[in-house]
């Protein structure tokens, strides 16, 4: 990688958005990449201020952990609370969303009767563990709502709000709802704050897994939508380095959450308990690199430098519109949201495969194979809803050519896959 000297860089212009700003990140230069929401892309000036970090903790590591972590982490829990409108000591980082669910559902006191909410298309991990908890005792109920795309956000609303009343709570029982509000795939935006509001209404445990939302989502504000929990991952659309998710617990949730995942060695009993006990467990709960943690705020500088959240969101959604609808012309296919009320930066594009060849793991092993080493380019795929799928994602360094060159492999692939069905 080259070398970079942020400080003279941020005193530049930046470049336009679009092939000019490829040279600012890793990315192999025969690799075309549609898929930033799966993992994330780190700017080489972002993954420069890591390495400076990791140079820093060995040069000495007692004194990088025992002295200097922590007011960098304080700093960067900061950055993170002032993007989604809450206090510093209500945000933590955690290693990834899926750790974050966990942590709040695993520290929930479930009974028998209580109910969990989940989706058709929720998460795989977040899904598992849902099902993991009703599988252990007390053995609490799990009502999985049924999602099919294409459909609006009002015949959302009306799925959830008509689960709910079919799942009324017990007597002293809870009830929590675990809210995508980004959904991964099919990637569409759900009307997850009026979700909130409905539970609030319907006192039903909020949870949102907001995976996709920070660095996507602008202008979000935790003191405005009030969700009971929100976690988000930086290392997505913000460009941390990997791994690093912030965990949001308003204070008045905080009691709930009686120790983090793993345990620190600052845990007290909670009724031992003078006074919070949330932050401190999450400060150290075990030796970690906090490297990816504290390259937040170099994220966030970065962005700040190609001209903040609005103008980054503003390309990349309406390139996500422009290039969805090429990309389907391209295909001879449709956009799962042809009105683009459900679409942030990641577009649904149909591949041209029959919805009777159902997924199967040589088939997904097969597209990987074709896609990502073959001909160097890839945009997630899916089964949804009786049809195959690509999702793309458009970063700064996209244009609509990207979402054309990709169009015409994904092309290929497909008639290949139908082909060797049919030997």
């Not at 015949?155 to 029982?173: I, M, Q, R, T, Y």
């Not at 088939?363 to 990502?372: G, H, R, V, Y």
């Amino acid at each position: 990688m080259e070398s970079l000297n942020r400080k003279d860089l941020y005193k530049q212009e930046p470049p336009p958005f679009g092939k000019a700003l490829l040279k600012h990140y890793a990315l192999d230069p025969e690799y075309l990449n549609l898929n930033n929401g799966s993992y994330g892309t780190t700017p080489r000036p972002v993954l420069e201020a890591a390495n400076e970090l990791t140079l820093l903790v060995e040069s000495n590591p007692d004194r990088f952990n025992r002295l200097l972590y922590q007011p960098m982490l304080i700093d960067v829990r900061t950055k993170v609370a002032t993007l989604i409108g809450a206090k510093a000591d209500e945000v933590v980082l955690v290693a990834n969303a899926s750790m974050g669910v966990n942590t709040i559902l695993r520290n929930f006191d479930w009974e028998a009767g209580d109910v969990i909410f989940a989706f058709t298309t929720t998460y795989g991990s977040v899904s598992r563990t849902v099902q993991n908890l009703s599988d252990c005792s007390p053995f609490p109920s799990v009502c999985e709502i049924p999602l099919n795309f294409p459909m609006t956000h009002a015949e959302v609303l009306e799925s959830f709000k008509e689960h709910l009343k079919l799942h009324p709570a017990g007597a002293n029982k809870k009830r929590v709802a675990v809210i995508d509000s980004i959904v991964s795939n099919p990637g569409v935006l759900l009307p997850w704050q009026e979700m909130v509001k409905i539970c609030r209404e319907e006192n039903v445990w909020s949870l949102v897994d907001a995976a996709h939302s920070i660095g996507q989502e602008v202008d979000l504000n935790m003191e405005e939508s009030k969700p009971d929990f929100f976690v988000s991952n930086c290392h997505k659309w913000l460009s941390s380095k990997r791994a690093c998710a912030l965990l949001y617990v308003p204070e008045r949730n905080q009691h709930i959450i009686k120790t983090s995942l793993p345990t620190s060695h600052t845990y007290i009993r909670p009724a031992d308990r003078v006074k919070p006990n949330f932050v401190e467990q999450f400060e150290w709960n075990g030796t970690i690199d906090f490297t990816p943690y504290l390259t937040v705020a170099d994220a966030i500088e970065f962005r700040q430098w190609l001209g903040g959240e609005h103008k980054i969101n503003a390309y990349c959604h309406d390139l996500a519109l422009k290039g969805g609808r090429r990309l389907a012309e391209v295909l001879g296919t449709r956009v799962i949201d042809p009105d683009g009320d459900l679409t942030v930066n990641m577009v649904n594009v149909e591949l041209p495969i029959p919805g009777s060849i159902k997924w199967t793991a040589a088939i997904d092993a097969s597209m990987k194979q074709k896609m990502l080493v073959e001909r160097k380019a890839y945009s997630a795929h899916f089964y949804h809803n009786g049809a195959w799928w690509t999702r793309c994602s458009a970063q700064v360094w996209n244009n609509v050519e990207d979402f054309e060159n990709i169009g015409i492999k994904w092309r290929e692939v497909c008639a290949e896959i139908v082909m060797e069905l049919k030997e």
